[in-house]
């Protein structure tokens, strides 16, 4: 990984704008990075990287820590990330995060997060595009960090026992789960429109056929 002096904006400086990082974020997503933004505020951190991230992810979605393993792995996990200040993650300060295993996004794009850190969030949202999503959720953030083997998340998940190719593919199952559920949800929704408009409302047309089903 390399590294390099860092001069960034502080993640709490006046130049730093917290509402732009929940753009195509869902608002589980966007709660989770400004939890990330906090943590790095409160730690006197100069950049929002990708271990910031993945402790938010921990703390804030219970999906996500069922991927990571069992309750002696996540007490593991989290007690590295803890550390982190007093610790391992002594030796990461005044640099920055920049793995170069995936492409950064494009420049004034970062923002105060390091370039890893940029670069997971611009794939989250592009993954969450791939699969037709309106919003990056948990999971697409969390396959995104685990997909640069190089950063800092990953390298504190390999401090923890956890292997990040294995979290892949449960990861993978998990956002299949989450779109199973959110169908299922759709299809009660359509159901309960034409009950309580009644066939008057739509016509002879069932809940399978009404003429804003498209917007589903």
């Known amino acids: 990984m390399q590294s ?5 904006t502080a993640p ?3 130049e730093a704008h917290p509402h732009q990082d929940a753009a195509g974020l869902g608002a589980e997503l966007a709660t989770v990075v ?3 933004r906090r943590r ?5 951190d100069r950049q929002i990287d990708t271990a910031h991230l993945l402790h938010s992810l921990l703390e804030q979605d219970p999906e996500v820590r069922s991927v990571v393993g069992g309750p002696p792995q996540l007490a593991r996990l989290l007690g590295y990330l803890v550390q982190r200040s007093i610790g391992y993650g002594l030796r990461w300060q005044g640099s920055v ?3 170069g295993a995936i492409p950064r996004p494009a420049a004034g794009d970062a923002g105060d997060w390091s370039p890893a850190a940029a670069a997971a969030l611009h794939r989250a949202r592009e993954r969450a595009r791939r699969r037709g999503g309106d919003a990056a959720e948990a999971p697409d953030l969390f396959a995104a960090l685990v997909a640069d083997p190089d950063s800092r998340a990953v390298e504190v998940l390999a ?3 956890v292997d ?3 979290l892949s593919g449960r990861i993978s199952a998990l956002s299949a789960d989450r779109g199973a559920d959110c169908g299922a949800e759709r299809g009660a929704e359509r159901g309960s429109a034409w009950i309580e408009a009644g066939p008057g409302e739509f016509g002879a047309a069932g809940p399978g056929e009404l003429a804003g089903d498209a917007a589903f």
Do not use: I, L, Y
């Open 34 to 36: 400004a939890g990330a």
């Open 4 to 8: 390099r002096t860092a001069r960034p």
């Open 164 to 166: 990040a190719h294995e």
């Open 97 to 99: 995060e920049d793995s």
């Open 12 to 14: 709490g400086s006046p």
């Open 40 to 44: 790095a505020v409160r730690d006197g």
């Open 159 to 161: 401090r923890a026992g």
